[in-house]
């Protein structure tokens, strides 16, 4: 139980089925329809019935070709996450990347062949859209360091008054109780890998930048797509490595019988998205 709770929760964590799609949405194909994003960022932007032909037809070909796996064709990882090394986490990681380059190549090619069905203005807005989104996400994201940090201060003693007694959530465990020597403890890990996942994230900003680049580029092919990956694997392998290697110690802060029912809420999970697929 604890082997498979570990897999399945840590996979997803570290996001491995999103390394090489570089989507404008920042969102990865291990949660949704690749195709879906592409529709939703082409919203507003006046496509005229010829575009919209072709756009489908693009798409229905990308489609037959890359059939999504049903959720239970997926294989569980054969890795015990609950005591992996970093040597095994490597390999196990490298191998799931290299399983899907072919998928995010053709992914790839899809949203290069979509773009160059858009007009100049059409490609401007989608070049503004990304702008506004990048900066959104960063305040997002600049909103949750904030809240983290005071979270910390409370667990210290800093905060004072009513609101000392509320926990934080820590939404990687939601569902899970958690004390407040865990929340203490899950907070000094996160500190601790601060600067590494900072330095992480921009490189695979930088990854992800790039890709996008590519896909709307004249140079764009199967090649230069191959070279870029190669230019970036070691450093996406080795932050999956730290990524994975984080969440292994957090785990390890649950007791047993949080992490059992951690994995009943998973499991009560993909059978209502299995529910909600009939």
């Given at each position: 139980m604890k082997k498979l709770l570990i897999a399945s929760v840590t996979v997803a964590a570290i996001g491995l089925g999103g390394l090489a799609l570089a989507q404008p949405a920042g969102s990865g194909m291990r949660h949704h329809d690749p195709v879906k994003e592409i529709v939703k960022h082409l919203r507003g932007i006046s496509l005229s019935d010829a575009q919209r032909e072709e756009i489908k037809t693009l798409v229905s070909a990308f489609k037959d070709a890359n059939p999504r796996p049903e959720f239970g064709d997926i294989e569980k990882p054969n890795l015990d996450f609950a005591t992996a090394t970093e040597a095994q986490f490597s390999a196990f990681i490298q191998t799931q990347i290299e399983e899907r380059e072919a998928r995010h190549f053709a992914f790839a090619q899809l949203r290069h062949d979509i773009y160059n069905v858009l007009n100049e203005e059409q490609q401007e807005t989608l070049l503004a859209r990304d702008a506004k989104r990048e900066l959104d996400k960063q305040k997002h994201h600049d909103a949750f360091v904030k809240q983290e940090t005071r979270f910390a201060k409370r667990m210290n003693g800093e905060g004072k008054g009513p609101q000392r007694k509320r926990k934080p959530k820590d939404f990687l465990f939601e569902g899970i109780?958690?004390?407040?020597?865990?929340?203490?403890?899950?907070?000094?890990?996160?500190?601790?890998?601060?600067d590494t996942s900072k330095t992480n994230r921009e490189m695979l900003r930088s990854f992800k930048d790039a890709q996008r680049d590519l896909v709307r580029s004249e140079s764009f092919s199967q090649d230069a797509w191959n070279a870029l990956t190669a230019q970036y694997k070691e450093d996406l392998v080795s932050a999956k490595v730290e990524k994975a290697k984080q969440r292994q110690a957090m785990f390890q802060i649950l007791s047993p019988e949080q992490q059992a029912k951690l994995e009943a809420l998973r499991e009560e999970e993909r059978k209502l998205r299995e529910l909600f697929k009939l």
């Open positions: 109780e958690l004390s407040d020597e865990q929340i203490a403890s899950l907070a000094e890990l996160r500190e601790s890998f601060k």
